[in-house]
C-alpha cells in the first residue's frame, strides 16, 4: 500500500519570497504523483501532476514540483508567492489502480 | 464545464436525524468517491463507484452510512442516525477511470456536516 508524509504541518513565508513544501512518498511500484490546493471552504484543487518522463513538471498558478525517485520525494515550488497562495496542500500518491493517498497536508500562511 | 457540484455546502443537525448529501459528478466520468475530512484523520476514502457500481466501501465507517449512486450523474450519501462524531467535510469527487493511477480526480466544493 502506498502512503505520503508531509513533514511540515505549516509554514509562513514573506509574500515574494519563495516557497518549498516537502512530500515524501512510499509505494514499491512506479507512483503517479499529484499536488492539491485547498483555500478555505473550498474543495480541492489539481496543481499538478507527475506520471512519466520529465521529472520537472509545471503546474497552474505558478507552481512547479521535482520527482526524485532516488530521495522518494515529490516536492512543490513557487518562485515568489502571492497573498493568494494562502492555502492547505496536499500531496497524493496513486499506484496502479484507483486509489490516491493523501498526506496529511501543509497549511502556507503568506505574511504582507 | 461546472465541476463536480455537491449540496447542501452546509448541514447542521441534531443527534439521531438523518442527513442525505448529494455529488452530481463531472459528466462523462465513470468513477466517482466520497471523502471524508477531519483534522484527526486527515482525507478518509469512505465509497468508491465505478460504473454506478459501489466497488469499494472498506472505508464507510459503520452500517449507519450508505451511499447509493442510481445513475451516472447523481449520488448520494447517507447518515441515519447521525452522530456527533460524524461531524467532518464531505467531498465527492469524480474521474474519468481508464484503471490505472493516472486517472485524476476532481474534486467537489464538500459538505461541512455538524451534528449537534
Known amino acids: 500500500a502506498q502512503s505520503v508524509t508531509q513533514p511540515d504541518i505549516h509554514i509562513t513565508v514573506s509574500e515574494g519570497a519563495s516557497l518549498e513544501l516537502r512530500c515524501n512518498y512510499s509505494?514499491?511500484?512506479?507512483?503517479?504523483l499529484f499536488w492539491y490546493v485547498q483555500s478555505p471552504g473550498q474543495g480541492l484543487q489539481l496543481l499538478l501532476k507527475y506520471f512519466s518522463g520529465d521529472t520537472l513538471v509545471q503546474g497552474i498558478k505558478g507552481f512547479e514540483a521535482e520527482f526524485k525517485r532516488s530521495q522518494s520525494s515529490f516536492n512543490l515550488r513557487k518562485p515568489s508567492v502571492h497573498w493568494s497562495d494562502a492555502a492547505e496542500y496536499f500531496c497524493?500518491?496513486?499506484?496502479?489502480?484507483?486509489?490516491?493517498?493523501f498526506g496529511a497536508g501543509t497549511t502556507v500562511t503568506v505574511r504582507a | 464545464d461546472a465541476g463536480v457540484i455537491q449540496s447542501p455546502r452546509h448541514e447542521v443537525t441534531e443527534m439521531g436525524q438523518e442527513v442525505t448529501l448529494r455529488c452530481k459528478p463531472i459528466s462523462g466520468h465513470n468513477s466517482l468517491f466520497w471523502y471524508r475530512q477531519t483534522m484527526m484523520r486527515g482525507l478518509e476514502l469512505l465509497i468508491y463507484f465505478n460504473n454506478n457500481v459501489p466497488i469499494d466501501d472498506s472505508g464507510m465507517p459503520e452500517d449507519r452510512f450508505s451511499a447509493k449512486m442510481p445513475n451516472a450523474s447523481f449520488s448520494t450519501l447517507k447518515i441515519q442516525p447521525s452522530e456527533p462524531r460524524d461531524s467532518a467535510v464531505y467531498f465527492c469527487?469524480?474521474?474519468?477511470?481508464?484503471?490505472?493511477?493516472?486517472?485524476?480526480?476532481?474534486f467537489g466544493p464538500g459538505t461541512r456536516l455538524t451534528v449537534l
Open positions: 497524493a500518491v496513486g499506484g496502479n489502480d484507483y486509489k490516491l493517498s
Open positions: 469527487a469524480s474521474s474519468l477511470q481508464t484503471g490505472t493511477g493516472t486517472d485524476t480526480q476532481y
Open positions: 509505494y514499491g511500484a512506479t507512483p503517479y
